[in-house]
């Protein structure tokens, strides 16, 4: 699964779509996301049909918000970078990115563990001075972390649905996905 927390991948990947020769700038959408920041509008579902750019969207959101990368240069060529206010968030932020397509197992157990499983280790390596020793799954870990060093998250999906589409998914297990994101997200104070 790789890297999800701070991971440097959209970064990389949002750079190399800005230098292709039939970039069009869409950065004005990052300045209407970051008025969402903190507000209970903070939720937003992008549906677009295939090959509309829904993942360079959220790769050029990645790439602007995450801590990890120092993008300042980039940005700062497009429109978003005429918009003092907002470059001020640049590389501001936790950013938890998956790519739910990127699937790697035969069943849905195995697909959502290895989903925590990756997160849980960027979040142990983080945040090493977090008692994780009290039970729970990634959920508590992301509460406990917020507890302790009142930091919070900002959640970017990429192909949310891809599991709908997967031939080894049950209806009972795409509830259980539901849940899973329901679980992760809603009335979260990381969030």
């Not at 069009?24 to 008025?35: N, R």
């Not at 950013?95 to 197992?105: A, E």
């Not at 870990?141 to 990429?158: N, S, V």
Request: with cysteine.
């Amino acid at each position: 699964m790789g890297l999800l927390l701070n991971t440097l991948s959209p970064a990389v990947l949002y750079e190399e779509m800005a230098k292709s020769t039939y970039f069009v700038d869409k950065t004005a959408f990052i300045g209407q996301m970051l008025q969402r920041i903190g507000t209970n509008g903070k939720y937003v579902c992008i549906t677009r049909p295939r090959r509309f750019g829904k993942t360079v969207m959220a790769n050029m959101l990645g790439a602007f918000l995450t801590k990890s990368a120092a993008t300042a240069k980039l940005f700062a060529q497009l429109k978003i970078g005429r918009d003092a206010e907002a470059m001020q968030h640049i590389n501001q932020y936790n950013v938890i990115y998956i790519d739910f397509s990127r699937i790697s197992s035969n069943d849905y157990q195995s697909y959502i563990d290895n989903i925590a499983e990756a997160l849980k280790n960027d979040l142990y390596k983080a945040y090493p001075d977090v008692d994780y020793r009290a039970a729970g799954g990634v959920a508590e870990d992301l509460e406990r972390i917020t507890a302790a060093t009142g930091e919070r998250f900002i959640f970017i999906f990429d192909e949310w649905d891809a599991i709908f589409h997967a031939a080894f998914i049950s209806e009972d297990d795409r509830k259980k996905y539901l849940l899973f994101l329901k679980d992760l997200l809603k009335d979260r104070v990381y969030v």
